[in-house]
């Protein structure tokens, strides 16, 4: 007797669980944003590559930059973006294009003769 | 043309705002002596005096399509300070005095020739200060080796001047250290204190994605705002650019190596290559002449030229 309702209790549990786990689930299907699109980004002396990059408007992204000489910058500024860049790491910023146009971004900490070229654009369409 | 002729020539010229701009007369024809008479007379001579900016001479830039005269071109504006009839009181150097490199012996030879050039002026008061291509890849290591300290201030016939380093932190900021020293020395000073502030890069957003700001500059506004008669000169940019934040006046001065295109005139930023039919065009330095009542600086531009 005790060992039935024992299995009972468990099988409760089970159950009760389950559905829990299935009605999360299809709530964060429901209110899931929408997937980030990864644009990796290499910096170096004294560009970025790749130079041109374009978005969609509205799309989440995240930039996914690396250095693989000296500490850089990466400055969008159009979208208030902005982070140092240092070797041996990944710098992720994430923002979303709300405005379409050619927008510059730039490296923002001096890196060398040539630190003032070093940029490349944005492009956001519809 | 005598000192009270050419303040009438400044006075036609001018564009108000306590700034006046002038040709490249004046300085180098002198004042006469009837002028200086006249000032003593008045009592201004205390509170008068001008002095000369040099900014952005680049020593060890190579680039013949630039500046084929770049071995020369310091030379030339040292050669035209020292032949000013009246000399400046003193003379300051808004940054980038030599152009950057990776190579610490290099950099160091470079600042050391800069030094070597720049003692043969005849003015005994020189004030250097850093630029991003001096300090930034060392954090002013070699800079102050050979010329000290990267901010600093002095006082010359009541107008208090305050030296601002936004170059040696690779990231373009004044930082908070030097923020709670600029604040602690404003607090020394009268509201009405005459201050000058001299630094590399513009402390206003001139063009950002240019790099022709300072990312806490705004900071160093706001506390500069509550004085009234405060001016900013400052190098970088190559040019000439004038403009007021509130009452605070900003002046860039010319380059002394290439010129530079206008803010966002171009879509990437370059030297300006050599005019074959204008050599020099575009290079310069200036003279300050301060004035204390009212308080206003008279800006003389004067261009480089051949010979």
């Given at each position: 007797?005790?060992?039935w309702k024992k299995r009972s209790l468990i099988a409760s549990a089970f159950l009760i669980s389950a559905a829990l786990i299935s009605?999360?689930?299809?709530?964060?299907?429901?209110?899931?944003?929408?997937?980030?699109?990864?644009?990796?980004?290499?910096?170096?002396?004294?560009?970025?590559?790749?130079?041109?990059?374009?978005?969609?408007?509205?799309?989440?992204?995240?930039?996914?930059?690396?250095?693989?000489?000296?500490?850089?910058?990466?400055?969008?500024?159009?979208?208030?973006?902005?982070?140092?860049?240092?070797?041996?790491?990944?710098?992720?910023?994430?923002?979303?294009?709300?405005?379409?146009?050619?927008?510059?971004?730039?490296?923002?900490?001096?890196?060398?003769?040539?630190?003032?070229?070093?940029?490349?654009?944005?492009?956001?369409?519809? | 043309?005598?000192?009270?002729?050419?303040?009438?020539?400044?006075?036609?010229?001018?564009?108000?705002?306590?700034?006046?701009?002038?040709?490249?007369?004046?300085?180098?024809?002198?004042?006469?002596?009837?002028?200086?008479?006249?000032?003593?007379?008045?009592?201004?001579?205390?509170?008068?005096?001008?002095?000369?900016?040099?900014?952005?001479?680049?020593?060890?830039?190579?680039?013949?399509?630039?500046?084929?005269?770049?071995?020369?071109?310091?030379?030339?504006?040292?050669?035209?300070?020292?032949?000013?009839?009246?000399?400046?009181?003193?003379?300051?150097?808004?940054?980038?005095?030599?152009?950057?490199?990776?190579?610490?012996?290099?950099?160091?030879?470079?600042?050391?020739?800069?030094?070597?050039?720049?003692?043969?002026?005849?003015?005994?008061?020189?004030?250097?200060?850093?630029?991003?291509?001096?300090?930034?890849?060392?954090?002013?290591?070699?800079?102050?080796?050979?010329?000290?300290?990267?901010?600093?201030?002095?006082?010359?016939?009541?107008?208090?001047?305050?030296?601002?380093?936004?170059?040696?932190?690779?990231?373009?900021?004044?930082?908070?250290?030097?923020?709670?020293?600029?604040?602690?020395?404003?607090?020394?000073?009268?509201?009405?204190?005459?201050?000058?502030?001299?630094?590399?890069?513009?402390?206003?957003?001139?063009?950002?994605?240019?790099?022709?700001?300072?990312?806490?500059?705004?900071?160093?506004?706001?506390?500069?705002?509550?004085?009234?008669?405060?001016?900013?000169?400052?190098?970088?940019?190559?040019?000439?650019?004038?403009?007021?934040?509130?009452?605070?006046?900003?002046?860039?001065?010319?380059?002394?190596?290439?010129?530079?295109?206008?803010?966002?005139?171009?879509?990437?930023?370059?030297?300006?290559?050599?005019?074959?039919?204008?050599?020099?065009?575009?290079?310069?330095?200036?003279?300050?002449?301060?004035?204390?009542?009212?308080?206003?600086?008279?800006?003389?531009?004067?261009?480089?030229?051949?010979?």
């Amino acid at each position: 007797m005790k060992n039935w309702k024992k299995r009972s209790l468990i099988a409760s549990a089970f159950l009760i669980s389950a559905a829990l786990i299935s009605g999360l689930s299809v709530y964060i299907k429901a209110n899931a944003l929408p997937a980030e699109r990864v644009i990796r980004v290499t910096a170096k002396k004294f560009d970025f590559t790749p130079d041109t990059i374009t978005l969609k408007k509205g799309e989440p992204v995240v930039f996914e930059i690396s250095s693989s000489d000296r500490k850089h910058g990466f400055n969008l500024r159009a979208f208030g973006v902005r982070a140092d860049v240092n070797p041996g790491g990944v710098t992720r910023v994430r923002f979303t294009p709300d405005k379409t146009g050619k927008f510059t971004f730039t490296c923002d900490v001096f890196c060398g003769d040539g630190h003032e070229e070093m940029a490349g654009t944005v492009v956001v369409t519809e | 043309m005598s000192k009270l002729d050419r303040r009438g020539f400044v006075k036609l010229a001018g564009l108000g705002g306590g700034i006046v701009f002038a040709s490249s007369l004046g300085r180098r024809l002198g004042f006469n002596a009837l002028g200086s008479a006249l000032d003593f007379a008045n009592g201004k001579a205390e509170k008068e005096f001008y002095f000369v900016q040099l900014s952005d001479t680049h020593w060890g830039f190579a680039g013949p399509k630039v500046n084929p005269d770049a071995q020369g071109t310091l030379q030339k504006a040292v050669q035209a300070v020292n032949s000013l009839e009246e000399k400046p009181d003193f003379i300051v150097f808004t940054g980038d005095l030599t152009h950057t490199t990776d190579d610490v012996q290099v950099r160091k030879d470079r600042m050391s020739q800069f030094k070597d050039i720049v003692h043969q002026l005849k003015i005994p008061t020189i004030y250097f200060m850093a630029g991003e291509h001096d300090a930034s890849l060392d954090r002013g290591d070699a800079y102050q080796q050979f010329f000290g300290k990267l901010n600093y201030t002095f006082d010359h016939k009541g107008v208090h001047f305050i030296v601002l380093d936004n170059v040696s932190d690779p990231g373009a900021i004044v930082g908070e250290s030097q923020l709670n020293w600029l604040k602690a020395d404003l607090k020394q000073q009268r509201p009405d204190q005459r201050i000058v502030v001299l630094t590399h890069r513009p402390l206003f957003d001139l063009y950002p994605d240019w790099d022709w700001s300072t990312k806490d500059g705004s900071t160093v506004i706001d506390a500069l705002m509550p004085y009234q008669n405060v001016t900013v000169f400052y190098g970088h940019i190559h040019q000439e650019n004038h403009h007021l934040t509130g009452h605070i006046a900003h002046h860039s001065a010319k380059s002394l190596m290439f010129p530079l295109p206008a803010p966002g005139s171009v879509e990437k930023k370059a030297p300006v290559p050599w005019d074959a039919t204008a050599p020099y065009k575009g290079l310069g330095w200036r003279n300050i002449e301060a004035e204390a009542k009212p308080v206003k600086y008279d800006i003389t531009e004067v261009n480089i030229t051949g010979g």
